[in-house]
DNA sequence: GTATATTTGACACTATTAGTCAACACGAGA
DNA sequence: TCTCGTGTTGACTAATAGTGTCAAATATAC
């Protein structure tokens, strides 16, 4: 199940939106909105970021949790996966000091 | 640049076989190893395997290099792939503690 | 009952990715 | 120079996955 949709379902909630007003504000069909709460459908950043500003909350945590979301949905139920994640980040790191353009 | 892709190149000169034997014996057009070692398009898992048996080399390495150059494409830019990294590992440890189906 | 909210599935549309093929460039050696 | 083996490139089609739209079904409250 997905946590970010959860969240955003919370946050939804707190907000005190229905699934229409939300889906309204953002532009997009309630169905797909109803969707990507659930799992069903996969979030795109650009939604969630939307999402956020409606709610009024905080945007950087969210994005983590949809790119995290993103990385393990690519991992599936791999063998390796967690080994894939060591070699990717040591990968990112040496990047993020080497390459900065 | 892949890594993947020098890697294969690597072994396979190594192992002694041109591009096209290469592709030959893994029944896959000569173009598309061609751009897959050059990095121009994305290796396939089973791809991967059945390179890894025709060289003779260790699967597990180039499986886990093939998953995290998938990870690191879908992290793209973006500024907090370290953090998405992070949680995605924590994540996937909790899952395989708990989820052993 | 009606009204509002959400879920579900079917469908079409679009974008992305994978596979096919032929032409091209290059160097080695006859 | 000719040609053979090697690798690269681009154009094109086929297959697949992702997105958006809509209406019917379901649920919940009044």
Do not use: C, P, W
């Not at 997905?2 to 169905?31: H, N, P, W």
């Not at 659930?38 to 999402?51: A, I, Y």
């Not at 969210?62 to 994640?85: P, Q, R, T």
């Not at 060591?86 to 790191?93: I, S």
């Amino acid at each position: 199940m997905s946590t970010l949709g959860l969240k955003l379902r919370e946050l939804r909630e707190q907000a005190g939106f229905s699934l229409r007003k939300a889906a309204v504000a953002i532009d997009i069909d309630i169905a797909i909105l109803s969707k990507m709460e659930r799992g069903e459908r996969k979030f795109s950043k650009e939604l969630v970021l939307k999402l956020a500003e409606l709610y009024k909350t905080n945007t950087d945590k969210l994005v983590i949790e949809y790119l995290s979301e993103k990385v393990l949905y690519e991992l599936g139920e791999e063998e390796f996966g967690l080994e894939a994640l060591k070699v990717a980040e040591k990968r990112l790191r040496y990047k993020k000091n080497n390459n900065h353009e």
